[in-house]
Structures are given as structure tokens and as C-alpha cells.
């Protein structure tokens, strides 16, 4: 069994460089945001600001998330219905920001996350994998970029999906959400001890899994041949 934590800020990669080493491996991804956003959806859905916590909190008594693969792919269901991209819509970024810094939320959702671990081998990405979910993850990683450019993945990201893009107000929000992550008193963003540090930046998905898999390498962490870590 691996465990694999990855973690970082908002527009990294975390979730194509998690995707590409769960493929690799052959082993499950457990994208934890997803977990964040459907909290934050069900309080927009429900007309709860992401910011009033004890209405966050009281909603949480009435729900239910769930996290489920099918066929390797990563569903997840709100009381029974299943949410598809609806999490994935911008707004319910700053949602997902915001309910991650309530501790209700966060102890509302670890079990989940931490029963995912103990059962089978995973990797995970998310703010706080490696220091809280996690701790004793095989492989750690804090991935980052430059501002700048994570802001231009996003863009093409949402020009993909034909939303509107703004790149000014894109790159503040993703400032504005750097700065909440780092310091909120609960789970602040920031690289475990132990973690290895990739800098991505000039990086396409594809070369972020050849270098985080050369580093597992490195680190003398067993590689299945079928990996295919290029030499440098």
C-alpha cells in the first residue's frame, strides 16, 4: 500500500499532478477540495454566505457528502445526489476557501478522508494532506507555481469551458485566496517538514508526473516498472 500527499496552493496542479501518479500507480485518487466544494455548494444552494459560519455549521446537521470511484473517477453526492462539475463552477471557489476555515467543517469531513487512507493505497491533494490528513504519508509533496501563471491555468481552464475570463480579477481572487489559505488559525496552508518542494511553473501536467515520479525514485520509493520515469 502508498499514500501519496500532495499539497499546495490554489492553481498549482495538484489535481493533474495527483490524477497522473494515481494512473501511473494504479491506485485511486481522492481529490479532497471536491469534499470543500460540496459543502460550499450546498451552502450557495442553500443561500448561506460562505462567511456565516453558524449557519454553515447548522446546515451540516442536515447533510450528507459522500465520496465515491466509479471507474476510477471520483464522484461526488450531496443527501444521495450526485453534484458532476456543478463544484467545479468559479464562484464555488471562494466558497470552498472560506467553510475550509471553519473547524466544524474540517472535523465534519477528516473522518471521511482519513477512513479513504487507512483502507487503500491513495493519493490525495488538498491544503493540508501532508500536516493534518495524512501526516504519515508515504510521499509528500508541496507543489507550486507562480502566482501569474496559475492564474493564466485558470483562465484557460474556465476559456475551456466558455466561461467569461477576466485575468486581472482572476489573479487577485487567486492572491486574495493564497493569503486566507497561509493564515487562517486552522490548517494553514504550508510544506510538512518532510515534503518534497516542485516548483511547476513552465510545467505541462505531463512533465509535473515525470519529475514527481524521478523524485519518488530518488527518494527510494518503489516504482512499478509500468511507471516509465524518463532519465533526466
Known sequence: MIRIAIDGPSGAGKSSL??????????????????????????????????????????????????????????????GRPLGDAIRENDISAYASAVSAIPEVRAFLLETQRDIARRESVVMDGRDIGTVIMPDADVKFFLTASAEERAERR???????GAEVDFNRILSEIK?????????????????????????????????????????REKGVAIPDSAEVPAN
Not at 26 to 46: K, M, P, S
Not at 202 to 216: D, H, I, N, Q
Request: proline letters at 4%; one cysteine or more.
Open 18 to 79: 495527483a490524477k497522473g501518479l494515481a494512473a501511473k500507480l494504479g491506485i485511486n485518487y481522492l481529490d479532497t477540495g471536491a469534499l470543500y466544494r460540496t459543502v460550499g455548494y450546498a451552502a450557495r444552494e442553500a443561500g448561506i454566505g460562505p462567511d456565516d459560519r453558524g449557519a454553515v455549521v447548522k446546515m451540516l446537521e442536515n447533510t450528507e457528502i459522500r465520496a465515491a470511484f466509479e471507474d476510477g473517477v471520483q464522484m461526488m453526492y450531496l443527501n
Open 155 to 161: 483562465c484557460r481552464e474556465l476559456a475551456e469551458r
Open 176 to 216: 486574495e485566496r493564497d493569503r486566507r489559505d497561509s493564515e487562517r488559525d486552522i490548517a494553514p496552508l504550508r510544506a510538512a517538514p518532510d515534503a518534497i518542494l516542485l516548483d511547476n511553473s513552465g510545467f505541462t501536467p505531463e512533465m509535473s508526473v515525470e519529475a514527481a515520479l524521478r523524485l519518488m
